[in-house]
């Protein structure tokens, strides 16, 4: 708790000196001159930084809440939840420079780090459950869902059982994420509306594709993934954590041109039913 550490928390970590190159979520400890950082559920650390003699930039790359500390040829970039939080940091942080390292304590079942790991539970079971679900239902038709399931099942036959399962975790989990931020007002829903053109870009190109053979193109159809893509970044950036912006990327990665031959192909069932919802929601000026 408070009383015992100078701060912890979640925080996720991007380690330079052992070129990380993926956000990683941890519970981190500063305590003393040091900053440990723990692995899910787990007690002892996993990591630590030492902090005496270091700077602070806190303009870091990787995102709106990223923050980071160099001590000689180490760096640790670090990206809290907020604004807020990511000052809070910066502040217990600065005041424990000067100090001299400390031994890793073990990570206790203090209120603030069961509060914190039952958050995650939370939220990570109402992304991926239907409650999930019923949220992005109260902002997307049931059809947004039912091709949610037909790509599912294409990448469980194409690729893998495992990765078609972490596909649609990562949908819904941004999915219930966006959600929320509206829900909350955190997102207004004309903030939306840069997305609608190449939306319907894409839309148009993927009925057209399946309607007519020789206007299905996988390049440009990548393409128009793509400038959809880059839309949804600009509008999501200031509001998601790194590893959730990576799991958004992770998704249009099945937008790839050697992707779509495979979906536009006569062997796969799941294409004409997502043909069909797109062109009964083109038809009725839904997209």
Not at 11 to 18: G, N
């Amino acid at each position: 708790m408070a009383d015992e550490f100078d701060e912890e928390g979640e925080l996720e970590i991007k380690k330079k000196s052992l070129g990380t190159k993926t956000w990683k979520k941890f519970y981190v400890i500063l305590h003393g001159g040091s900053l440990f950082y723990y692995k899910k559920n787990e007690n002892k650390a996993n990591g630590e930084f030492h902090l005496k003699g270091g700077k602070i930039d806190d303009k870091a790359e990787g995102g709106r809440f990223s923050f980071s500390i160099k001590n000689g040829d180490s760096v640790l970039v670090l990206s809290a939840e907020s604004e807020e939080e990511k000052q809070q940091w910066i502040k217990a942080i600065t005041q424990n420079l000067s100090k001299d390292k400390t031994a890793a304590p073990e990570r206790k079942q203090t209120k603030k780090s069961l509060a914190y790991r039952a958050k995650n539970s939370i939220s990570t079971k109402v992304a991926t459950s239907s409650a999930g679900r019923a949220l992005i239902r109260e902002f997307a038709p049931e059809s947004a869902l039912t091709v949610l399931d037909c790509v599912k099942r294409f990448i469980e036959k194409t690729e893998s059982a495992e990765k078609a399962t972490q596909l649609e975790k990562d949908i819904l989990r941004i999915g219930t994420k966006v959600a929320l931020m509206v829900k909350e007002k955190k997102i207004e829903p004309k903030s939306f509306r840069p997305l609608e053109k190449p939306l319907r870009s894409t839309c148009s190109m993927v009925i057209d594709g399946h309607e007519i053979s020789f206007a299905f193109d996988e390049n440009k159809m990548h393409e128009s993934f793509m400038t959809l893509k880059s839309g949804i970044e600009k509008l999501l950036k200031p509001h998601l954590s790194p590893s959730n912006m990576e799991r958004m990327s992770g998704i249009f990665d099945y937008t790839k041109p050697e992707v779509l031959v495979k979906f536009f192909s006569e062997e796969n069932k799941e294409l004409p039913v997502v043909a069909d919802i797109l062109r009964k929601a083109w038809d009725k000026k839904k997209i």
